[in-house]
């Protein structure tokens, strides 16, 4: 299956120039609905409260320990994800890979990652959710994202509060993903020009892996 991910130029060139994927740490993003999709932990018995406090021990846990790099599955580009990941910008690319390939391109690294599929909800799980589905759910008003997420959990020796970094970055393997670029629908023809002399200087088995976005906007 495809997967997307849209970057600004100097994000891109990055990319690029040090070969590896940024995971950002899951409080630090902005939806703060992130891994609280859940009870508060009121109730009319002790025992619904002292669950649903373990369970918001938990989501703090989680919150602070799991870095996720965020991609978008679809056959095609999205229109929307072109506005938001730009930022009012013109210029950006969007790197196509495949889930088969993106986490192939990651089996060098010491780091365990785990990869899923986004679950869109607004309701409460039945029972006790998983690790995994925390930390893949979010409410349904992101839907339009269809997001696919590869992710990391720094060590549990680790005091987190402390020494917890705000992002890691892990080696890939350019080889292993082999990617297609798409640049910006939005852009001009010098753009398209600078990301391809990038391309040819810091990654020239991709230099005719680069295509125009196929949407037609202006």
Same mark, same amino acid.
């Given at each position: ?6 970057? %600004?130029?100097?994000? @891109? @060139? ?38 649903? %406090? ?23 580009? %999205? +229109? ?7 930022? &009012?910008?013109?210029? &950006? ?23 899923? &599929? ?8 039945? &029972? ?13 008003? +992101? ?7 590869? @992710? ?16 890691? #970055? ?15 629908? @939005? ?5 398209? %020009? ?19 976005? #196929?949407?037609?906007?202006?």
């Amino acid at each position: 299956m495809p997967v997307w991910r849209y970057l %600004s130029f100097d994000k @891109f @060139f990055n990319f690029l120039l040090y070969r590896q994927i940024q995971f950002t740490r899951v409080s630090l993003f902005t939806d703060q609905n992130e891994l609280r999709l859940f009870g508060d932990g009121r109730g009319p018995s002790d025992t619904t409260r002292q669950k649903g %406090s373990a369970i918001e021990q938990r989501i703090s846990s989680l919150r602070e320990s799991t870095y996720v790099s965020c991609w978008s599955l679809g056959r095609s580009e %999205s +229109y929307p994800l072109w506005k938001i990941y730009l930022g &009012g910008s013109r210029n &950006g690319v969007a790197i196509r890979t495949t889930v088969g390939r993106l986490h192939h391109s990651l089996e060098g690294t010491d780091r365990h990652f785990y990869t899923a &599929g986004v679950q869109y909800r607004d309701k409460i799980f039945d &029972g006790e959710p998983s690790d995994e589905q925390i930390i893949c759910t979010k409410t349904e008003a +992101y839907s339009y994202e269809r997001e696919f997420r590869i @992710f990391t959990r720094h060590s549990e020796s680790d005091d987190i509060s402390k020494f917890a970094p705000n992002m890691v #970055t892990e080696a890939i393997d350019l080889d292993e993903m082999s990617p297609r670029i798409f640049v910006s629908p @939005f852009s001009s023809g010098w753009f398209i %020009s600078t990301v391809q002399d990038a391309i040819n200087y810091l990654a020239p088995d991709l230099s005719l892996r680069v295509e125009k976005s #196929t949407i037609q906007d202006q």
